[in-house]
């Protein structure tokens, strides 16, 4: 494996896990964790599904024990990151995107993710996940649903605070 096609491999796997954690740090434990795993035993034959399948195992688990210890936060503050800008009809800022991908539930960004960045259809999807295809077309469709509402809400809200702002607005 030449080390541009890993290099791209592992941007691949950290997008990926991005879209399931949410979380930038998070995502670059995920790929290292998966990576570490992978190294002895598959690294001749590494592929990109294997890698994905890998990440995704390692959210589930940490996700259940997640689940199993209720822990305390020492102190409260949401980590934004800096990404691209998004044309969608509009402008819009990358830190409100990832704000609305943030209440989107972690199956929904992953199966939004898959399709939207990675260009996977949704019987690939519905097969690297194992779910029903029906499952994951829902899933696709709730994730951008809610997404065109938080943006509208989002851009409705922005508009209304710049003609607050103006003094002679009307």
């Given at each position: 494996?030449?080390?541009?096609?890993?290099?791209?491999?592992?941007?691949?796997?950290?997008?990926?896990?991005?879209?399931?954690?949410?979380r930038p740090d998070d995502?670059?434990?995920?790929?290292?964790?998966?990576?570490?795993?992978?190294?002895?035993?598959?690294?001749?034959?590494?592929?990109?599904?294997?890698?994905?399948?890998?990440?995704?195992?390692?959210?589930?688990?940490?996700?259940?024990?997640?689940?199993?210890?209720?822990?305390?936060?020492?102190?409260?503050?949401?980590?934004?990151?800096?990404?691209?800008?998004?044309?969608?009809?509009?402008?819009?800022?990358?830190?409100?995107?990832?704000?609305?991908?943030?209440?989107?539930?972690?199956?929904?960004?992953?199966?939004?993710?898959?399709?939207?960045?990675?260009?996977?259809?949704?019987?690939?999807?519905?097969?690297?996940?194992?779910?029903?295809?029906?499952?994951?077309?829902?899933?696709?469709?709730?994730?951008?649903?809610?997404?065109?509402?938080?943006?509208?809400?989002?851009?409705?809200?922005?508009?209304?605070?710049?003609?607050?702002?103006?003094?002679?607005?009307?």
């Open positions: 494996m030449s080390p541009n096609t890993t290099e791209q491999l592992l941007q691949a796997g950290y997008r990926y896990a991005l879209a399931l954690r949410g995502a670059r434990d995920l790929v290292h964790e998966a990576w570490l795993r992978l190294n002895g035993q598959w690294l001749p034959i590494l592929t990109k599904a294997r890698l994905f399948r890998t990440i995704r195992n390692l959210f589930i688990d940490q996700y259940r024990r997640d689940q199993l210890m209720v822990m305390e936060p020492l102190e409260l503050h949401s980590d934004l990151y800096l990404a691209h800008e998004v044309a969608l009809d509009r402008e819009i800022h990358a830190l409100e995107l990832t704000a609305c991908l943030g209440q989107l539930r972690a199956p929904e960004r992953e199966a939004l993710f898959l399709n939207s960045v990675e260009g996977y259809t949704v019987s690939e999807i519905a097969q690297m996940t194992g779910r029903p295809r029906g499952t994951v077309l829902s899933l696709i469709h709730r994730a951008k649903e809610k997404m065109r509402a938080l943006l509208v809400v989002d851009e409705s809200a922005a508009s209304e605070s710049d003609l607050r702002g103006q003094p002679n607005a009307r």
